[in-house]
């Protein structure tokens, strides 16, 4: 199975912070990786699909790269409501593969 | 618009079954691939497995492959996920999830609210 690793498992960052979460594949998985936004009581909530597209009705603050096997979400700048529990998720090849996730907190 | 709604999660016993549904609405139900995820107590996300959109070809995760089946009835536009033998290790929100794009497999860019089980005696 693909394993993806995130980094940093948590971190805390102020108002206005710009953020970067990193998501890391044990093999190639070209762009088929997406990230998604966790709120307690909530679904989760898709925020990018095929690596650096925005999905539906995201705010213009976040964005997503990739560097060869590493995947990056990033918010430009912080927002109360940004914090949350963000997960990457793997679909290039079954069994589909979900990180540990990165708990964001406002400092 | 696009509604997932589970039911059929509670309080059942080890070794117990147990089937969950999703009724969908606000799109054409047999053109989608649909999965089915869970969140476990402890925040871990898993893939459980996903259906073809006339339900001719499933996949699973190894570890559930043999105790989970994934099924739906496009009739009545509904998902199903039956659990047998269940453990301690299934309690978890379950959710039903839509690819986005018709006829395909992939990301989940629709998902409904979950359904919780708690497997426990």
């Known amino acids: 199975d693909i394993q993806l690793t995130q980094s940093p498992s948590s971190m805390s960052a102020s108002l206005g912070d710009r953020v970067s979460l990193t998501c890391q594949s044990s093999q190639g998985i070209g762009n088929y990786l997406s990230w998604y936004q966790h709120k307690p009581g909530k679904p989760p909530k898709p925020m990018i699909y095929y690596a650096t597209n925005l999905a539906d009705g995201v705010p213009s603050r976040f964005s997503g790269s990739r560097s060869g096997s590493d995947y990056s979400l990033t918010i430009s700048s912080l927002e109360s409501e940004d914090t949350a529990i963000y997960y990457c998720l793997q679909y290039d090849e079954y069994p589909y593969t979900f990180g540990a996730g990165t708990k964001l907190e406002l400092k | 618009e696009v509604q997932l709604v589970e039911s059929g999660g509670g309080l059942v016993q080890p070794g117990a079954s147990l089937k969950l549904s999703c009724v969908a609405s606000g799109f054409t139900f047999s053109d989608y691939w649909m999965s089915w995820v869970r969140q476990t107590p402890g925040k871990t996300m898993e893939w459980i497995g996903d259906i073809k959109y006339d339900g001719s070809y499933t996949n699973y995760a190894p570890s559930l492959k043999n105790r989970f089946t994934i099924s739906r009835d496009n009739a009545k536009s509904t998902l199903y996920l039956q659990m047998s033998n269940v453990r301690s290790e299934d309690t978890a929100t379950y959710y039903c999830?839509?690819?986005?794009?018709?006829?395909?497999?992939?990301?989940?860019?629709?998902w409904g609210q979950g359904t919780l089980v708690t497997v426990s005696s």
């Open positions: 999830t839509r690819a986005r794009i018709r006829g395909t497999t992939g990301w989940f860019a629709y």
